[in-house]
């Protein structure tokens, strides 16, 4: 080993000196992208978003096909390294070289910066559409069959934007420039949340921009898939007007709307804050009292059933309201069943924490939705990692724990004239969730 390679100097243990410097070789950081592989083998989403994207390139001067470029996008965002820079690098990996069928050591590099860079520029609006639907319906197809009611839950959110993107506006709520994305996410039987489309959308957009197509397409693809399921728009009170409620009436689906206070609601819902006010003279600070009534606002088509939350938190009364056309629940479990969509927003801190999907740097705001896309898909191969870890301790693993625990792992590389070995750490502690995901996923 040349010695002089090794740079980097720690204190001595036991006598001796401990040296260390980027010198391994044929060595990843990331290993556990293999799992990752079999998601995608499974599921098959990289390749159906591949086949949605028409190649304007003359195909026998390519060195990167299309689907190369894609997985090895979505694989890196995987692992962390959401800025495409860092593929200057890890285009080198032997690890992501693997996962992309690519020979680990005698094979091409991946592609650089440059050429991701003009890929995600590449793309056109039909091509964006043809790929969104390719995850809706990979993800549709990914719930339980015994599904016989589907939350489809919607909430938008923030992406802050630090340079001339186009769309990229000034948003007075947020106080920022951004873009305003909207995330939708389908629950089977299974109650486990599963990312089904990211849409993202000018800075300056109003709550309900993009929602009614989006709404129409995933309804035609459940209607497909589950025929007889009853299925339920779940959002806030952003998305609670007589638009999105026509809307739902049109596609013949349910609703729960959280739904802005007025002087008419205040009055018919006057008892039940009465009451409230009276409970709080005898119980204190969290006494709550539920209530419904009926209740048209002009442009609705007719009377719709509202339910109220009536609480008074420091002395204060704060009633909340709720629009919904499920008739069966109690007003306190329709209620409970409102404050559901909370989960959502754990699985948007996931998107934009741990898969950092607010990077959206490009100038183009097409090439900024394929971002979200790439990202979007990220987010679906992990959550088929999620699914497999069924009966673990990680059952309830967010994407960071399961990249930091399951994905990062060093291995040794070596490629011989008839395998390729991956050689891990005999001491990784998660060896049997590593296997229990494995014979999931390749079973």
Same mark, same amino acid.
């Given at each position: 080993?040349?010695?002089?390679?090794?740079?980097?100097?720690?204190?001595?243990?036991?006598?001796?000196?401990?040296?260390?410097?980027?010198?391994?070789?044929? *060595?990843?950081?990331?290993?556990?992208?293999?799992?990752?592989?079999?998601?995608?083998?499974?599921?098959?989403?990289?390749?159906?978003?591949?086949?949605?994207?028409?190649?304007?390139?003359?195909?026998?001067?390519?060195?990167?096909?299309?689907?190369?470029?894609?997985?090895?996008?979505?694989?890196?965002?995987?692992?962390?390294?959401?800025?495409?820079?860092?593929?200057?690098?890890?285009?080198?990996?032997?690890?992501?070289?693997?996962?992309?069928?690519? *020979?680990?050591?005698?094979?091409?590099?991946?592609?650089?910066?440059?050429?991701?860079?003009?890929?995600?520029?590449?793309?056109?609006?039909?091509?964006?559409? /043809?790929?969104?639907?390719?995850?809706?319906?990979?993800?549709?197809?990914?719930?339980?069959?015994?599904?016989?009611?589907?939350?489809?839950?919607?909430?938008?959110?923030?992406?802050?934007?630090?340079? =001339?993107?186009?769309?990229?506006?000034?948003?007075?709520?947020?106080?920022?420039?951004?873009?305003?994305?909207?995330?939708?996410?389908?629950?089977?039987?299974?109650?486990?949340?599963?990312?089904?489309?990211?849409?993202?959308?000018?800075?300056?957009?109003?709550?309900?921009?993009? *929602?009614?197509?989006?709404?129409?397409?995933?309804?035609?693809?459940?209607?497909?898939?589950?025929?007889?399921? =009853?299925?339920?728009?779940?959002?806030?009170?952003?998305?609670?007007?007589?638009?999105?409620?026509?809307?739902?009436?049109?596609?013949?689906?349910?609703?729960?709307?959280? *739904?802005?206070?007025?002087?008419?609601?205040?009055?018919?819902?006057?008892?039940?804050?009465?009451?409230?006010?009276?409970?709080?003279?005898?119980?204190?600070?969290?006494?709550?009292?539920?209530?419904?009534? /009926?209740?048209?606002?002009?442009?609705?088509?007719?009377?719709?059933?509202?339910?109220?939350?009536?609480?008074?938190?420091?002395?204060?009364?704060?009633?909340?309201?709720?629009?919904?056309?499920?008739?069966?629940?109690?007003?306190?479990?329709?209620?409970?069943?409102?404050?559901?969509?909370?989960?959502?927003?754990?699985?948007?801190?996931?998107?934009?924490?741990?898969?950092?999907?607010?990077?959206?740097?490009?100038?183009?705001?097409?090439?900024?939705?394929?971002?979200?896309?790439?990202?979007?898909?990220?987010?679906?191969?992990?959550?088929?990692?999620?699914?497999?870890?069924?009966?673990?301790?990680?059952? /309830?693993?967010?994407?960071?724990?399961?990249?930091?625990?399951?994905?990062?792992?060093?291995?040794?590389?070596?490629?011989?004239?008839?395998?390729?070995?991956?050689?891990?750490?005999?001491?990784?502690?998660?060896?049997?969730?590593?296997?229990?995901?494995?014979?999931?996923?390749?079973?």
């Amino acid at each position: 080993m040349d010695n002089s390679k090794l740079d980097l100097v720690f204190h001595s243990i036991c006598g001796k000196r401990v040296v260390a410097g980027f010198d391994g070789g044929d *060595l990843s950081s990331d290993a556990g992208l293999l799992l990752l592989s079999l998601a995608e083998t499974r599921i098959g989403l990289l390749k159906s978003m591949s086949q949605g994207i028409v190649d304007p390139r003359e195909q026998d001067q390519v060195d990167h096909h299309v689907i190369d470029m894609l997985q090895e996008r979505v694989y890196a965002i995987a692992s962390g390294y959401e800025d495409a820079n860092d593929l200057d690098v890890l285009r080198k990996d032997p690890g992501i070289k693997a996962v992309c069928g690519r *020979l680990p050591i005698s094979g091409e590099n991946l592609a650089s910066q440059p050429t991701i860079s003009r890929f995600e520029n590449m793309v056109t609006r039909k091509d964006l559409f /043809r790929m969104g639907m390719a995850v809706a319906e990979t993800v549709i197809s990914d719930l339980p069959g015994d599904t016989t009611q589907v939350i489809i839950d919607v909430d938008p959110s923030d992406d802050p934007c630090h340079g =001339q993107q186009e769309f990229e506006f000034f948003n007075g709520y947020y106080d920022e420039h951004c873009y305003l994305p909207i995330f939708v996410h389908v629950t089977g039987s299974d109650g486990r949340q599963r990312l089904v489309c990211g849409l993202l959308r000018p800075g300056n957009a109003y709550a309900t921009k993009g *929602l009614f197509g989006v709404l129409r397409r995933i309804v035609g693809l459940l209607r497909v898939r589950f025929p007889d399921a =009853q299925i339920i728009l779940r959002g806030d009170s952003g998305y609670g007007d007589g638009n999105v409620i026509a809307c739902c009436h049109d596609l013949g689906i349910d609703f729960v709307l959280g *739904l802005k206070g007025n002087s008419r609601v205040h009055t018919l819902s006057s008892p039940v804050q009465m009451d409230a006010c009276l409970k709080y003279r005898w119980e204190g600070n969290g006494c709550r009292e539920y209530g419904e009534f /009926r209740y048209k606002a002009g442009p609705w088509k007719k009377q719709e059933r509202v339910v109220i939350k009536a609480e008074i938190t420091l002395g204060k009364l704060n009633p909340r309201f709720v629009v919904s056309s499920l008739q069966k629940m109690s007003p306190e479990e329709l209620y409970e069943f409102y404050c559901g969509r909370g989960e959502q927003e754990n699985r948007i801190k996931e998107m934009k924490l741990d898969l950092q999907s607010g990077r959206m740097s490009c100038h183009r705001f097409m090439a900024n939705q394929f971002r979200l896309l790439m990202h979007t898909a990220s987010c679906v191969l992990i959550g088929v990692l999620q699914q497999a870890l069924n009966g673990t301790k990680w059952a /309830r693993s967010q994407v960071g724990t399961i990249r930091l625990r399951l994905l990062k792992i060093g291995a040794k590389i070596t490629e011989s004239y008839r395998r390729i070995c991956v050689h891990m750490p005999t001491a990784f502690p998660e060896k049997e969730t590593w296997y229990h995901i494995y014979r999931q996923l390749s079973g």
